[in-house]
Structure formats: structure tokens, C-alpha cells
């Protein structure tokens, strides 16, 4: 018998076999779909979809009482083009966003309501919350499909359904997702977010799946499309896509390169969408202007300009308190009002932290390491705010959104690739792994949960947010948050729940506007005529007219045009005996509001005409007077009517006849009913009887 041989083949190197594993892998053909791995598809296919939908409803209920509040005014309830039957045309010709303003003009149309009237919130904060749930059911497609591609050679066949839904759920309830989704303005972040999701999870389907390939990369296509046409962040999304073909898909889908490839090209096709909406042009032409907005030629009113540069040493600071939220989501602040750093200095700290994770992640990136796609894409989705095109808010936390799914992503795998290792190596029982892993979970969940629904409180009441803005602002009080506090403590004082502490209201208001004006170099963003206006009020109301004359005589010459304090100048002089110097005043406001074409402009101009008939008939000019209070009604009859009364009045006390009879006509033509112009028709037109 021949001598039995006693030599063993060498065992290749761990890594070597897997290298060897992934080749083998590479030849093989595809599967059928990257999900058919998983033979449990109650699990991914409805248990946990629900328990995301579930923790989002639990996490955000109490959003639905949410007010409107800050740039929610200003772009939803008094914004014009989003009222009536023609809004959509209207959009399309005048909107960057017009996607993101169609749904906001279908929520005021659905309420049937008209323009001025007031808007239910509980319909826009409904259609955000489910906006919000599509995203986090996208979130958990998209990393589980990404696990179960052949590039991780099975090594999370068995969890990537658990680590997917431990990433959408804590992405789904995360406290630093509240401005994207309860601050109903910034619906515009989370539909572009839902649309970026969506683009990616149809690219991935339409890579890998082999039925309706072309379906998925159009659906593509078609959302990205559409995210362009949402907010202009989704110009990173072409980016974003191409690189997790490169990182995922490029060595085990090579059988399916053309496609690949034309639907990247299809994807940065859309970029025309950013072009045909106008934000491209605005944002990167440096001599272009686009007051309040952003682009390369923004300037602010401070010392030296808001340039590229100046935002982009900015930004490190600003990148690493978002990473800072992300884990510890507290304090959360609606308006920071961040400074700018003006010196390379004063950012080198910062600087130097990103450019080192730069640089780790373009190695990991370069050597194909999946690992490296993770903060390279929480880098390119914050790329179009937080790099180098200059914005006039340079942090705000509704940013975050997107990038918060890379953050966590990192975490929650590491977690899981420790716990396993931990797990092996004391070798413990299945149920001392389920413990280990879901006790901790629950109590992060939990936590984040409470958090958000806190938050969400905040929403329901601008006082409390202004407030609170206030009280946490990193950088001391602004001017912004104080005069928000101050209007909203304005209007607040006219409630009649407030009947009883209204003068400790306006007391309140009055000590913001003060403070405003002391920071006035601070201050420039703000309308200071309309903060000189409102504290000449304040000076007024406590019996000091002199101070109230100065301020609003500060006010007009800030702001030439702002009708109110001419009138209340008008008004204050009047009170003083100042007639002919009211009339003044009065006459400059009806001059200045006779060619505004701004929604008030024809009620201000009223109200002026009706001060300035007061003024005229104290003056014995009859005939001017008249004519000044005809002017008042017919300028603005759905509340000066009473303008057309004093004007038949004024006409009878001179017995003028014909002039009573044609303003009392007047004031029958808009209140037929009116008891004492009827009466006084009566009088001077009495009905003779027939023959």
C-alpha cells in the first residue's frame, strides 16, 4: 500500500478568502432581487413597516396642534400666489419650488377657504407627518437592500432586516427631525428627502432586481425629477447616486453597465429642472442678486460681505454642533442667527476635524470600502447648504434631515458588528443577545420619543417658541427672536383672554423693542422702521408724545414708505393740537399709499383719509373734509362705510343737501340696510304720494 501522504494544503489568509469570496461572487450571476435573499417576508414586508409607521404616529401626535409661525406667514398663510383658483399657474411662472408650493396651495384648497381668511393647520401638519413616514419606509428599503447586496458577501443576510428597521425607527422619532417636520414651512426638506430616498431605492431595484428593470431606474429618474422641483438640494443627488454605484454596485453588476450609465446620465439631466425653476442661475451667477436668499454675490448689511469664504470657514463649526444633535439632540433652537468666522483662525479647530474626516473618507472611498459611502454621503446631501455658496441663514437644523440617516446608519452598524463580536466571543445563548441588543434600544427609542413629542410642544404656541428661542440662543439674544417674541406679544395683548393683563403684555412688548433698537447694529436684517413704529407706539400709549413724535420721525426716515407711522404721527400730532401738521402727515401717507400696489396699501390710504377729514372739519374746511371722507370709503368700503356717514352728516350741518344725499346714496349702495342713512334719505327726500 502506498504510504499515505501526510501534506496539507495551506490555508489561506482571512482576508484573502474573502477576497477570493467577493471574486467568486463577481463571476456568479445576479439574483433576482437583492431582498429575495431574506426567506422571512412577513418581517421586512409588513412587521416592521408598521412598527416604523406606528413609532412615527406615537412620536409626532401631538404635532397636529402646531401653529404657523415665522417663515410659515410669509410663504403660506399671507403668500398670495398659493390662494385661489389660478395658484398652480402662478406657482410654475414664480416658484423655486413649485412642487413644494403645489401641495401647500392643495392644503388651502381643500379647506375651502378665502384669501385672508384663517388656515387650519391639522390638514398641512397631516400631510407632513405622512410625507415623513414614506421617507423613514424608503429609509429602511434602502439599507436593507444595500446589506443584502452580494458587495457585503452575505455577512448580513440575517440582520439586515433588524439593523434597517433600528435605523429607520430611530431616524423616524429622532428629535432633531421636528423642523423638517412639525415647522410646517420646511415641508420643502422632507418631500425633497422623500423624493432622494426614492431615487435611490428605484436605482437600487432597477440595478438589481431582474423584472422591470427599466421601470425602477425611469422611476428614478422621475423622482429625481421631482426633488429638483421640491427644494434645490436634490442637485446633489446625481452625485450621491453615482458614487453608490461605485462604491456597491460597479464590480457585481457589470452585465448591466449601459443602463447604469444612462440612467446616471438621465438623473443629471434633471438638473434643467433647477435651471427652468431659476434658483441655478440665481444661486451661481457671483453677479447676480438675490437679496435674503442666498448665491455667490450675497452680501449682508455687517462689516464686509457674506462671501464664499467667509461661509465656508463657518461651516466646520456649524457641521460638527449637527453631529453633536444627532447624538445629543439638546438644546434644539428654531432661529440661531450664527455668526460668521472672519478668520482662518478662528476656524482652524473645526477646519482641521472636517478636513481629517474628509480625508478618511475619500481613502475609504478611493480603496471601495463600504464603510466610506456613509460620510461621504452625509457630506454630499449637506454639500448645496454647508460648504461654499453663501446663505443668509447660515445654520438651521431642518438641514439635518437627510444627513441624519448617515449618521445613525454609522452608529447602528458599528453597534451591530461589536455586539456580534462581543456575542462570539462569550459565545452567549440567543436570548442573552436579544436582551444585550433590545433593552438599550427601547430606552433610546423611548427617550428620543419623549424628546420629539417635547419639542413638538413648542410648535403649538409662537410665545413659547420666540421664547425659548430666546432663552437658548447659543450666541445671546438676537434681534430676530426679540422682535418675533414682541409681535407675537402684540398681538397676543389684543386676545380677549388677555383683556386683564394686556398693559403687562404691551409693558413686555415694549422692553423687546427697546432692547432691538440697543442692538441695532446687530439688527440689520430686520425692518427697523417697523421696530421704530412699534416702540414710538409703546411711548405713545404711556403718555409720552414726545418720544412716540421722535421715534416715528426715526421710523419714516428709515423707511419712507411705511404708511403706518405716518398716520400715527398724524395721529399723535392731532392729539397734541397740532392740526395743520397732521394733516401733514396725513397727506404724505395718502400721496405714498395712492401708487403701492401692497395688499394694505388701499386700507392705510382709507384710514389716512377719514384722520384727515377729522382734521379739516376741525379746520372749518368744509369741502375738503367732505371729500376726505368720500375718499375714505370709497378707497377701502368694506370698512370705511362710516367715512360716507360722516360725509352726509358733515354736508347736513353745512345744509348742503345735494352732498348729503350723494353720500348717504353711496353708503346705501354698499349697506343697503343702513339704519341712519335710510333715515336721513328720508328726510331730505321725502316720498310724495301718487295722484
Keep these: ?371 466610506g459611502f456613509i460620510p461621504a454621503a452625509f457630506f454630499i446631501v449637506l454639500a448645496p447648504t454647508s460648504s461654499f455658496i453663501p446663505i443668509k441663514d447660515v445654520a438651521f437644523e431642518h438641514r439635518m434631515y437627510l444627513p441624519l440617516a448617515a449618521v445613525i446608519t454609522l452608529i447602528v452598524i458599528g453597534c451591530s458588528l461589536l455586539l456580534t463580536r462581543l456575542w462570539n466571543a462569550r459565545n452567549l445563548p440567543i436570548q442573552m443577545r436579544v436582551l444585550t441588543a433590545a433593552v438599550p434600544l427601547v430606552i433610546v427609542v423611548a427617550a428620543l420619543t419623549a424628546a420629539t413629542h417635547a419639542r413638538n410642544r413648542d410648535y403649538q404656541n409662537p410665545e413659547r417658541m420666540w421664547r425659548d428661542v430666546i432663552a437658548k440662543a447659543p450666541f445671546g439674544a438676537q434681534p430676530r427672536a426679540l422682535n418675533n417674541l414682541a409681535t407675537v406679544l402684540v398681538e397676543n395683548s389684543k386676545l380677549p383672554k388677555n383683556v386683564q393683563r394686556k398693559d403687562e403684555i404691551d409693558d413686555e412688548a415694549c422692553s423687546l423693542y427697546q432692547q432691538i433698537v440697543d442692538l441695532e447694529p446687530q439688527a440689520h436684517e430686520l425692518p427697523m422702521g417697523v421696530v421704530y413704529y412699534n416702540l414710538a407706539n409703546c411711548f405713545k400709549r404711556n403718555g409720552d408724545p414726545d418720544s412716540a413724535i421722535e421715534f416715528y420721525a426715526r421710523s419714516v426716515e428709515i423707511d419712507p414708505r411705511y404708511l403706518r407711522s405716518y398716520i400715527m404721527w398724524g395721529n399723535t400730532l392731532s392729539d397734541q393740537g397740532a392740526v395743520r401738521s397732521a394733516v401733514e402727515k396725513y397727506n404724505a401717507a395718502i400721496e405714498i399709499g395712492s401708487k403701492s400696489k401692497k395688499p394694505l396699501a388701499a386700507l392705510l390710504v382709507a384710514r389716512a383719509s377719514f384722520n384727515l377729514g377729522n382734521q379739516y372739519q376741525r379746520l372749518g374746511l368744509y369741502y375738503e373734509a367732505f371729500d376726505a371722507f368720500m375718499t375714505s370709503g370709497n378707497k377701502y368700503p368694506a370698512e370705511y362705510t362710516k367715512g360716507f356717514l360722516h360725509a352726509g352728516q358733515l354736508a347736513e350741518a353745512n345744509k348742503d343737501s345735494d352732498r348729503a344725499i350723494l353720500a348717504y346714496r353711496t353708503l346705501l349702495r354698499f349697506v343697503p340696510n343702513h339704519p341712519r342713512a335710510n333715515a336721513a334719505m328720508k328726510r331730505l327726500q321725502p316720498q310724495t304720494e301718487s295722484p
Aim: aromatic content about 10%; hydrophobic content about 50%.
Design 1 to 371: 500500500m502506498a504510504p499515505q501522504s501526510k501534506s496539507k494544503k495551506k490555508e489561506l489568509p482571512r482576508s484573502q478568502r474573502r477576497r477570493k469570496q467577493r471574486r467568486e461572487l463577481a463571476d456568479a450571476p445576479p439574483p433576482s432581487a437583492a431582498g429575495d435573499l431574506s426567506t422571512n417576508q412577513l418581517l421586512p414586508h409588513v412587521i416592521a413597516p408598521l412598527v416604523i409607521i406606528l413609532l412615527g404616529i406615537i412620536a409626532y401626535a401631538n404635532s397636529f396642534q402646531g401653529a404657523f409661525l415665522f417663515d410659515d406667514v410669509l410663504n403660506i398663510t399671507q403668500r398670495s400666489s398659493l390662494w385661489g383658483e389660478d395658484a398652480v399657474n402662478a406657482i410654475l411662472a414664480k416658484s423655486d419650488r413649485p412642487l413644494t408650493d403645489i401641495t401647500f396651495a392643495l392644503n388651502i384648497r381643500n379647506q375651502g377657504v378665502l384669501p385672508g381668511d384663517d388656515l387650519n393647520p391639522i390638514g398641512f401638519h397631516t400631510v407632513n407627518l405622512l410625507i415623513h413616514l414614506i421617507s423613514a419606509l424608503l429609509l429602511f428599503g434602502v439599507v436593507r437592500r444595500t446589506l443584502l447586496l452580494p458587495v457585503f458577501a452575505g455577512r448580513f443576510n440575517s440582520a439586515a432586516v433588524w439593523i434597517a428597521l433600528v435605523i429607520a425607527a430611530i431616524w423616524t422619532v429622532h428629535p432633531l427631525q421636528t423642523q423638517a417636520i412639525t415647522y410646517i414651512v420646511q415641508r420643502a426638506e422632507s418631500l425633497m428627502a422623500l423624493f432622494y430616498l426614492l431615487t435611490l431605492y428605484c436605482y437600487i431595484r432597477g440595478v438589481t432586481g431582474a423584472m422591470h428593470s427599466w421601470m425602477w431606474l425611469g422611476g428614478s429618474v422621475l423622482a429625481c425629477a421631482a426633488g429638483m422641483a421640491s427644494k434645490s438640494v436634490m442637485g446633489s443627488a446625481p452625485f450621491l447616486i453615482l458614487l453608490y454605484d461605485y462604491c456597491f454596485l460597479w464590480r457585481h453588476f457589470r452585465h448591466r453597465f449601459k443602463a447604469r450609465m444612462l440612467t446616471i446620465l438621465g438623473l443629471a439631466a434633471t438638473w434643467i429642472v433647477l435651471f427652468r425653476v431659476g434658483i441655478a442661475q440665481e444661486v451661481l451667477d457671483p453677479t447676480r442678486k438675490r437679496p435674503g436668499v442666498a448665491g455667490l454675490s450675497f452680501q449682508t448689511d455687517q462689516a464686509g460681505e457674506l462671501t464664499w469664504l467667509y461661509y465656508f470657514l463657518t461651516q466646520p463649526g456649524v457641521l460638527l454642533h449637527y453631529l453633536r444633535l444627532s447624538i445629543w439632540p439638546a438644546p434644539l433652537v428654531l432661529d440661531y442667527k450664527w455668526p460668521l468666522v472672519q478668520s482662518f483662525a478662528a476656524a482652524i479647530i473645526p477646519l482641521s476635524i472636517l478636513c481629517l474626516a474628509g480625508a478618511a473618507t475619500v481613502w475609504a472611498v478611493i480603496k471601495r470600502l463600504a464603510v
